[in-house]
């Protein structure tokens, strides 16, 4: 059946150049790629809508990483009391020089007055720590202390053979029965793990003044006292009148000490055990002597200043802070309790 119309009838004829539009793509080829980037779902989720004109005058959206952080809380500096370091400065200068005139006295056959003079530096050593540091049980602590440090002023006295394993038996059979006896009481009971420190700290300082009366019955032991504890009662006072005058560097905002005592003590106790050690006779030098006394002069004032920076942590933990006497007769009492084994074994090593 053949078309009504004709073949050529209503027929656009070819153009003779590329068509206007878009081209149609070629057969078995997949349409070419959209050259922006794809955008999912989640994205769109995530922008949240459409986005909103910025004002005029508006400020632009900030990264995360331009956002400034918080800026850190200054801690005001403690203020430095002239008062209060002319008063230690004096403590650790009488305190250093009773126990080098108490060494002087001792002698062979002839120990228990610079044994009574120990035992009453012990018994002000416990209470100014005990009073300080506040274990759970203040009066047990300090009872078995005291009765620790007569022990081992006795078995330091009364042994035949000047040495230091009866004093160690003693420090650690003191620890024990203070911590046994906070455990019994049941209010301590719960406190007793953050009171380990605090009585090891007074048990040991306790036995630390006792290694004094073996150094004394050893040869040259109470030359090696009168210079170790000199230099170490020289660099406290020096380290604390420093700090009267000037406090600085400071070491940390919250403890009222500057790097210029420190050094200036330790460097002050040095030059004068040197200069004892001229006058001493041997086995003493001035150059044997300015060791001993460095050793013993940076223990001491090291540990001054551990004693200030335990304060200031306590202040700081909200701690209400304890008697202000016991407070500040700290320091120098740690002091001095460090500086008598460093003495002993700078005369066992040394001399």
């Given amino acids: 059946m053949f078309p009504s119309t004709s073949p050529d009838a209503g027929r656009e004829s ?6 206007s539009g878009p081209a149609a793509p ?7 790629p ?36 918080p800026e850190e809380e200054v801690v005001p500096a403690v203020e430095v009391r002239r008062s209060l370091a002319l008063t230690i400065a004096g403590f ?48 047990l602590v300090g009872g078995i202390s005291a009765a620790v440090a007569a022990a ?7 042994t035949d053979v000047a040495g230091l394993a009866p004093l160690g038996f003693l420090a650690v059979g003191g ?60 660099a406290l006072t020096v380290a604390r009148l420093t700090d009267a005058v000037l406090p600085w560097p400071r070491l940390a905002p919250q403890v009222p000490r500057g790097a210029a005592g420190v050094v200036a003590g330790a460097m002050a106790g040095t030059l004068v055990s ?14 044997r002597a300015a060791v001993l006394g460095l050793v013993a002069a940076v223990t001491a004032v090291l540990s001054d200043l551990a004693v200030g920076y335990a304060e200031a942590g306590r202040l700081m933990a909200g701690e209400l802070p304890t008697m202000w006497v016991a407070r500040h007769m700290q320091g120098p009492l740690g002091g001095f309790a460090l500086a008598a084994p460093a003495a002993y074994a700078m005369c066992m090593l040394f001399l």
């Fill in 14 to 19: 070819w153009p003779d150049g590329p068509r």
């Fill in 26 to 32: 070629t057969r078995g080829h997949p349409p070419a």
């Fill in 34 to 69: 959209r050259t922006g980037p794809a955008v999912t779902d989640a994205e769109r989720r995530e922008r949240g809508g459409p986005r909103r004109a910025r004002r005029a005058g508006e400020p632009a959206r900030r990264s995360e990483d331009e956002i400034d952080e």
């Fill in 92 to 139: 650790a200068a009488l305190l250093g020089l009773g126990l080098v005139l108490g060494a002087q006295t001792s002698g062979p056959g002839h120990r228990l007055p610079f044994a009574f003079i120990i035992f009453g530096v012990q018994l002000l050593f416990v209470l100014a720590w005990a009073m300080a540091m506040r274990p759970p049980a203040p009066l």
């Fill in 152 to 158: 081992v002023d006795i078995a330091a006295v009364q």
């Fill in 175 to 234: 620890f024990l029965a203070a911590v046994l006896g906070q455990l019994v009481r049941r209010v301590d009971r719960v406190r007793v793990t953050d009171s380990l420190g605090a009585t090891l700290l007074i048990v040991v300082g306790v036995v630390a003044f006792g290694t004094l009366i073996v150094l004394s019955r050893i040869p040259a032991g109470t030359q090696a006292i009168t210079v170790c504890l000199t230099a170490s009662g020289v």
């Fill in 274 to 287: 040197a200069v004892l050690g001229s006058y001493l006779v041997t086995p003493f030098t001035p150059t």
